[in-house]
């Protein structure tokens, strides 16, 4: 009896956690996240002042924020809104393109699934607004999501402010990445999607062709699909 009673609650525990809504990552909003610098805590004073900074510092360490491991069980894809923080956007060392973040999605276990990197486009500010999207593969019952900062030092670093996060069902939409609706993606959608860019024919189909969720439709999605289209995601 006793037997049966544990294995029912671990039951109800795996339903439980396969149900997880996607974590986000806010000032008030962060259980479970797991940032590894040693010499910054995770809190709310030190999330809403930009202390949450990915980069890779002089002993080579990788420093990450990871989320705790949630259920994804239906879902299809992950769109990123990222507020990043460039503090040192000032000195004279500083290169934007080193701040690139690269947002990814990790199994359980810790094995990479599908990775974005997001560079800041804006110069002479230190607030970046980051979006993207990352596949959530058939098969996989949970995962986790990691952000870190790879070509990032001390000066050319940025912050995570807040991180939010939505998740999408094949249920909701089309295929990501089908762009000319034919229930597939393929060669034919890069192909599509290639045309709309050159004739700039967006029209009703915009979010569609979005397929990185930056806002924009230009060749980064054309670049991002036939990376979809190569992986077989």
């Not at 705790?68 to 507020?83: K, L, N």
């Not at 500083?94 to 690139?100: G, I």
Request: charged letters at 15%; a negative charge; aromatic letters at 6%.
């Amino acid at each position: 009896m006793k037997k049966s009673i544990i294995s029912l609650v671990a039951i109800v525990m795996s339903m439980t956690a396969l149900c997880q809504e996607v974590p986000q990552f806010t000032s008030n909003n962060f259980d479970g996240w797991i940032y590894n610098n040693p010499g910054i805590e995770l809190n709310s004073g030190n999330i809403a002042s930009g202390r949450i900074v990915l980069y890779v510092d002089k002993q080579n360490n990788v420093l990450s924020l990871i989320s705790p491991v949630f259920g994804c069980q239906g879902m299809d894809s992950i769109a990123a809104q990222v507020d990043w923080f460039t503090r040192n956007f000032r000195d004279p060392d500083f290169v934007l393109s080193l701040t690139a973040l690269t947002i990814a999605l990790d199994d359980a276990q810790g094995t990479p699934i599908d990775s974005v990197t997001c560079t800041p486009t804006a110069t002479g500010t230190s607030t970046h607004e980051l979006k993207t999207a990352l596949a959530v593969p058939a098969g996989v019952d949970s995962i986790r999501i990691r952000m870190v900062g790879w070509q990032g030092n001390v000066v050319s670093s940025g912050a995570v402010r807040r991180a939010i996060f939505q998740a999408s069902t094949a249920s909701q939409q089309q295929p990501w990445g089908d762009v000319n609706g034919d229930g597939m993606v393929n060669v034919a959608d890069v192909t599509w999607l290639i045309q709309q860019v050159l004739n700039s024919s967006m029209d009703d189909s915009a979010t569609v062709c979005d397929i990185n969720h930056d806002g924009i439709v230009n060749v980064a999605d054309v670049t991002r699909l036939i990376a979809i289209v190569l992986s077989g995601e």
